[in-house]
């Protein structure tokens, strides 16, 4: 038994408790229990001999954050958010820190259960296939999600059915701190559904990110500030795995403040739109539309940061990301997304596109259009699935033109000074302003 306590005033910071691992161990248990829990968060995860040094996958071995209060893991299993593997000698670190403290701290302790006995078929790494056809469309995905394997309440299985029943092409594993889920991918029926590795880096103070497109075994690390100078190297390999870092919910705290620590400028994207449309996506709209006006592509994205099988505040697939790939496969779905190729809609129903003419060149959404000095550029917009919608077109300098869509299906075009913005874009919405659609820019050179 292991105990301590932690005053309010450190609050996010890391402790390790070592714990001596003998030889013929074949299953470690932990249990954790804190004073006030509710009010106080407690988070819980596990580094192995192989150390737990900053960067150190090779000793990670499971993490679930405030979601569990207790774990198992030996060579066969594991709880979910843990890593199966044989249990090796020596020292072992249980990382416990607190996300939410009330004045009077917390009050800690950790059981610590060792198991004798003989190893069980070791757990083999199963991840999801890599590509599920060959043939060229716009592919519908949701980029942000949870199951058991970090704080969502739901399993592996009931989620891939749920994106198969609410019409998805593709999702995108996303759990807080670990890969667990990204090991076992390949045990499911997927049903012609791709899954795409990922990662919710969860700073926690610092806001959150997701890295998207990663190999299955590959973790990004999350135990440091933006003072400690390290964050380019987290980013680098996501991007040696051709994935994306994205900046999820920047707005998403109490005080509506961007809440997001790193320096935007790193990062491929950002997460506008997160669950139900309220307000803090359309400040996050805003902030995503300012850089774009400062010359700053980054892409935008929508996802629904759903936790549960049943919900009306985030059902899987509700925003949802549409992306022009070459084929549903993860290198293609990725590279259409990291060109910007994708727009944003709130269900299954909805379907747009946008493209530009400017003499004999066009482009569509994610293209550069070069144009003539002088030159009118024609925009054409057809839509579906989005009757009674307020359709804005919008430009480096704000709104160019506003209509009411007539119908179920419309037609809209229009005709624009080439050297009026640097960039077109669309945003649909109903009348009373919550959002239906929008459209990544046409950048025009």
Not at 33 to 40: E, L, M, P
Not at 289 to 296: H, T
Request: hydrophobic share 35%; charged share 20%.
């Amino acid at each position: 038994m292991y105990s301590g306590h932690i005053p309010a005033e450190d609050i996010f910071k890391l402790v390790y408790v070592p714990f001596t691992v003998p030889e013929g161990i074949s299953e470690i248990r932990v249990k954790e229990v804190y004073s006030d829990q509710g009010k106080n968060v407690l988070n819980l995860g596990i580094y192995g001999p192989e150390g737990y040094e900053l960067g150190n996958s090779a000793g990670f071995r499971g993490w679930s954050g405030g979601a569990k209060t207790e774990f198992f893991l030996n060579a066969a299993e594991a709880s979910t958010g843990y890593i199966p593997g044989k249990i090796k000698p020596g020292t072992w670190n249980t990382i416990i820190y607190p996300s939410t403290i009330i004045p009077e701290g917390i009050d800690w302790q950790l059981e610590v259960t060792l198991i004798t006995g003989t190893d069980k078929t070791p757990f083999k790494i199963t991840p999801a296939v890599e590509v599920v056809n060959r043939q060229p469309g716009w592919y519908r995905g949701d980029l942000h999600m949870h199951t058991y394997h970090s704080d969502g309440k739901r399993t592996q299985q009931d989620l891939l059915d749920e994106a198969t029943a609410n019409g998805l092409d593709f999702v995108v594993s996303t759990e807080h701190n670990t890969n667990s889920a990204n090991l076992s991918w390949g045990h499911y029926k997927t049903d012609k559904l791709l899954v795409l590795n990922g990662e919710e880096v969860t700073t926690t103070a610092f806001g959150h990110w997701n890295a998207i497109g990663l190999d299955a075994e590959t973790l990004i690390e999350w135990r440091y500030s933006p003072s400690d100078n390290v964050i380019n190297t987290y980013l680098k390999q996501v991007h040696i795995d051709n994935g994306l870092a994205i900046i999820n919910h920047p707005f998403y705290n109490v005080e509506r403040t961007n809440s997001f620590g790193f320096d935007v400028d790193l990062f491929d994207g950002i997460e506008v739109w997160n669950g139900k449309w309220d307000e803090l996506d359309n400040m996050a709209v805003q902030w995503w539309d300012s850089l774009l006006r400062q010359g700053k592509a980054k892409i935008a994205i929508a996802a629904s940061d759903s936790h549960t099988p049943v919900s009306l505040e985030n059902a899987l697939g509700i925003p949802q990301t549409v992306i022009n790939s070459r084929a549903l496969a993860r290198q293609e779905i990725m590279a259409g997304l990291r060109a910007g190729k994708a727009y944003l809609a709130y269900n299954k129903e909805l379907t747009i596109s946008l493209t530009a003419k400017s003499g004999s060149s066009s482009a569509g959404i994610g293209d550069t259009l070069a144009t003539s000095q002088g030159e009118k550029v024609q925009v054409r917009l057809s839509i579906k699935g989005a009757p009674d919608a307020v359709v804005t077109l919008i430009g480096d300098k704000g709104a160019l033109t506003t209509e009411k869509v007539k119908g179920n299906k419309t037609e809209l075009s229009w005709q624009v000074d080439s050297k009026s913005t640097k960039f077109l874009r669309v945003e649909i919405r109903t009348s009373k302003g919550d959002m239906v659609a929008l459209t990544n820019p046409i950048w025009l050179s």
